[in-house]
């Protein structure tokens, strides 16, 4: 059982990023369920994987009306994330970061940082976005963390409530399919086996 406040956070702003309309969150779930994918930051190597992997849930998403939503807690690598075409879905700005206060996405320290960013978890995916020719860059608050909210049609009820411990953390895409109870056609991009010879950052 979720501790989300759905009215709470309902009423928090977002940016929309192509018309730059300022919108309530709750207005994302008024007609359909929702995906919410909240980004650490739009130059995250990992966020980028990430954001690609479940955007590749889009088409099947669509086809069941859920909506595909990402939202990051600042403009700083916005565009280069735009040109590389990591998400499919539609992008948000949480200009004042309250979703993820609310949410209880946690920003790290700089001591919690670094063991989190050369741990497994994170080697793992680094690896996987290396491999798919995925980059990062070290612009934006490298110490925000993110996560996952699944909301359904009207704001009924929160299906997922998924906060990062590791900057590694993703909800996967097996997860998203059987929380909304959903067919997917899609197959998950393979965790890569790592160790410390090929997984270093």
């Keep these: 059982m979720s501790d989300v406040d759905l009215r709470k956070i309902g009423v928090n702003v977002l940016k929309n990023v192509s018309s730059g309309e300022s919108v309530e969150l709750q207005s994302l779930w008024q007609d359909r369920s929702v995906v919410l994918f909240f980004l650490r930051r739009f130059g995250c190597q990992v966020c980028r994987w990430t954001a690609t992997e479940v955007s590749k849930l889009k088409e099947d998403l669509s086809e069941n009306g859920v909506a595909l939503v990402g939202v990051g807690p600042e403009e700083a690598g916005l565009q280069e994330f735009q040109e590389g075409g990591y998400f499919k879905g539609d992008l948000y700005i949480d200009e004042l970061k309250q979703c993820y206060r609310d949410l209880g996405f946690r920003r790290y320290n700089a001591l919690s940082l670094v063991p989190a960013a ?84």
Excluded: W, Y
């Design 118 to 201: 050369l741990g497994k978890k994170v080697r793992e995916v680094v690896t996987k976005a290396n491999a798919e020719g995925i980059q990062g860059n070290f612009s934006g608050d490298l110490l925000q963390s993110g996560g996952m909210l699944i909301v359904t049609k009207g704001g009924e009820k929160v299906l997922l409530h998924f906060v990062q411990d590791s900057p590694g953390d993703h909800v996967p895409l097996e997860t998203i399919v059987q929380t909304l109870g959903i067919q997917a056609k899609v197959q998950p991009g393979k965790r890569p086996e790592c160790n410390d010879d090929v997984c270093t950052r």
